[in-house]
């Protein structure tokens, strides 16, 4: 087959994709409409009472009781201080991550100061405003130009997250 052929019948593929995304959208949407409908107050009751029923023949806990107290013990402490380091890495990433956009903010904002001082070394001065201007012309760029504040020690990573969104 030639390579228009094939390029056909990719479209052609594509296009029923496509149509079969639309039809399963449509058709998930009505499988939730149907399902809400089906759950009458009736229905909720006797599916309860069935669920309790079956859970009293089985007797889950049962088992679970046979565990010793201290052994509940023994798992709550392993499982908060699995969460903990989770939570942990989870802040060095976001700190990592920060700490990245910072630095390619700072970067940025160098390379900005260095082209606008560049421009301003061969451009000649300002005109100097009339008396019917309400404001300089230059007065919103120079405040544009102004170099962004030194930080003393790194932000934290929820400042500098705020920080650069507000850019």
Do not use: C, Y
């Not at 798992?75 to 991550?97: V, W």
Request: proline fraction near 7%; aromatic fraction near 2%; glycine fraction near 8%.
């Amino acid at each position: 087959m030639n390579f228009e052929g094939l390029k056909r019948r990719v479209e052609r593929a594509e296009q029923l994709v496509d149509g079969r995304i639309v039809q399963t959208t449509g058709h998930r949407a009505a499988l939730g409409q149907r399902w809400r409908e089906a759950w009458t107050p009736a229905r909720i009751v006797i599916a309860g009472l069935l669920g309790g029923v079956l859970v009293a023949k089985a007797r889950p806990l049962r088992t679970l009781g046979a565990v010793s107290g201290t052994r509940w013990v023994q798992l709550a402490t392993s499982l908060s201080g699995l969460l903990a380091s989770l939570k942990a890495a989870q802040s060095a990433e976001s700190a990592e991550a920060a700490a990245s956009g910072a630095e390619d903010a700072a970067a940025e904002a160098a390379d900005t100061v260095e082209a606008v001082a560049g421009d301003e070394a061969g451009a000649p001065p300002p005109p100097a405003p009339q008396a019917g201007d309400d404001a300089a012309p230059h007065a919103v760029a120079d405040r544009r130009r102004r170099p962004d504040a030194q930080w003393d020690s790194e932000p934290r990573p929820a400042e500098a997250a705020t920080e650069l969104s507000e850019r």
